[in-house]
């Protein structure tokens, strides 16, 4: 079992920065591949990026690359979502997630455990 909390969402103006994190807790967390997934409002949720704990190898969707970077504090047990340049399209719900499963990590769907989700609002 693995337990997840973001943080850091909040109203940023087109063009800015903003950090989420995500802390974990649990058995043997750092098994896992980590990941953040989105929901824009009307839509379904999305994958956005992904990164294993074990050997830092990470993916991303193309709508994201070049503008965002994850990364990971083992000592810290939290992964973190470097967001810039940020527009419009990526106002959305940002859900920290964990999966062993083997899966493709690029399918939302296919995450074992979720956290609570924080929103993200990006104005013009």
């Known amino acids: 079992q693995v337990q997840l909390v973001e943080s850091g969402g909040g109203l940023v103006q087109t063009g800015d920065s903003l950090r989420l994190s995500c802390a974990a807790s649990g058995r043997a967390f750092n098994r896992y591949t980590m990941g953040w997934s989105r929901r824009a409002p009307g839509k379904e949720r999305e994958f956005v990026v992904a990164i294993s704990w074990s050997t830092g190898g990470t993916l991303y969707a193309d709508s994201v690359k070049d503008r965002f970077t994850i990364s990971r504090d083992n000592s810290k047990k939290t992964v973190y979502l470097q967001m810039n340049s940020l527009k419009g399209e990526d106002t959305a719900v940002y859900y920290c997630?964990?999966?062993?499963?083997?899966?493709?990590?690029?399918?939302?769907?296919?995450?074992?455990?979720w956290g609570q989700g924080t929103q993200v609002t990006v104005s013009s």
């Open positions: 997630a964990a999966t062993s499963s083997g899966r493709p990590l690029v399918v939302a769907s296919n995450y074992d455990y």
